[in-house]
């Protein structure tokens, strides 16, 4: 009868162990999860940042050129308007006209892919905000997780849980 207790007794003794060796390896996987959230999250928050302070530079671009545009259609009507009595003084018009109105068109041009790109980036910073709120649900799941394990742990004695957060 010794020998089953003593048998007994080690197979107990080393399924602690198995147990509590298995119970460190998942805290020590969970704590490396959590870690690369977080550089991941760090990552994505640089992201759209960057991407925010793109999309400032751009609107500002765009008032920019609304500011040019606007100045420019000005001059044209005053230009238009002055220069009807004589014929050479209306061809001069005519022509700056033409020409007013080719750099118009090519700053309407300018001011749509302005738009487009601001468009684009602003479609890019919906994503990673998506993408953000979606790592940090991920993180604050994991964390719970953590927290269950850290409990568990403590309830069995086995070992005691730092602070993740």
Do not use: W
Not at 45 to 60: C, D, G
Request: proline share 1%; charged share 30%.
């Amino acid at each position: 009868m010794p020998y089953v207790k003593k048998h007994t007794t080690l197979v107990l003794f080393f399924l602690v162990i198995l147990s509590i060796s298995v119970l460190t390896i998942t805290i020590i996987h969970y704590q490396r999860s959590l870690t690369e959230l977080n550089d991941l999250i760090t990552e994505k928050q640089e992201l759209a940042n960057s991407l925010s302070i793109e999309v400032n530079k751009l609107n500002s671009e765009v008032n920019n050129l609304n500011r040019i545009l606007n100045l420019k259609e000005k001059r044209e009507e005053n230009l238009s308007g002055q220069y009807t009595s004589l014929k050479v003084e209306k061809e001069e018009i005519k022509e700056e006209k033409a020409y007013l109105e080719l750099d118009l068109n090519q700053t309407r041009a300018e001011l749509e892919d302005a738009k487009d790109q601001i468009d684009e980036l602003q479609d890019d910073l919906i994503n990673i905000r998506e993408d953000y709120d979606d790592l940090n649900q991920t993180y604050y799941i994991v964390l719970d997780d953590v927290e269950d394990i850290c409990n568990k742990a403590s309830a069995l004695n086995i070992s005691e849980c730092g602070d993740y957060t």
